[in-house]
């Protein structure tokens, strides 16, 4: 098992270019989310989406958009990239293991090291 | 919402000796409380977590307390090693499908020789 990938690792885009983050997990979890890291500000979420065809915002959803395509894949978009949004974007996702663990970890993604100029 | 704070920011120690980092939380409706280690340049990685019908739990040479009452938990590493060294992280939330984990801002652990 993969566990919670992402694409791309790294990106730079300029002021107002808008790309879409992808998220997949290969562990059958029903909730996924979205976290941005920031120098002394520890994660915060973004958007999460607590099974297929529900999403909801987070603590700092302000100029994302998120997609829940099914239940592997979790996209974020960036609309009109501003250089605040520069950041790590960490993809998680948590559900009961077929081993019997419990829903509340959350299993992470390698993140994507987003740089908007 | 919740409100979680974390102390100290950065811990040096030597190696063999422990180490321990403190976290508060602001709402009392908070159960669950994960730790997670985080290495350069890749995703956090749970290391131990406890909810808040338990007052402590260990894990090897990790282990984690938890007051209720005070509202703060805490990491203790044991015999720390080099290896040890990476950034932590403490997270409070009310656990359950769609879990909102809120982190606190982390600590940066160095383990020196």
């Known amino acids: 098992n993969a566990g919670v990938t992402q694409t791309p690792k790294f990106q730079v885009l300029k002021t107002g270019q808008s790309m879409t983050l992808q998220c997949a997990q290969d562990m059958n979890h029903n909730s996924m989310y979205w976290y941005r890291q920031d120098p002394g500000m520890g994660l915060r979420l973004i958007y999460y989406s607590a099974s297929e065809g529900t999403t909801d915002k987070g603590e700092v959803p302000n100029g994302y958009n998120v997609s829940r395509l099914n239940k592997r894949e979790f996209s974020l978009r960036l609309e009109s990239a501003a250089p605040s949004q520069t950041s790590v974007y960490f993809c998680a996702s948590s559900g009961r293991t077929s081993g019997g663990l419990s829903t509340d970890t959350q299993y992470f993604g390698p993140g994507t090291r987003l740089t908007v100029l | 919402g919740e409100n979680v704070e974390q102390h100290p920011s950065t811990l040096s120690v030597q190696e063999g000796d422990s180490a321990v980092i403190k976290c508060t939380y602001s709402d009392s409706a908070s159960n669950y409380f994960p730790w997670y280690k985080q290495e350069l340049g890749k995703g956090p990685q749970l290391i131990i977590d406890?909810?808040?019908?338990?007052g402590e739990k260990k894990d090897q040479r990790i282990a984690v307390t938890l007051n209720k009452t005070a509202k703060h938990f805490s990491l203790h590493i044991t015999e720390t090693q080099p290896e040890d060294s990476a950034v932590y992280f403490c997270?409070?939330?009310?656990?359950?499908?769609?879990?909102?984990?809120?982190f606190g801002t982390g600590t940066q652990l160095k383990v020196e020789l």
């Open positions: 406890i909810r808040s019908n338990v």
């Open positions: 997270a409070a939330s009310m656990g359950g499908g769609g879990n909102k984990l809120t």
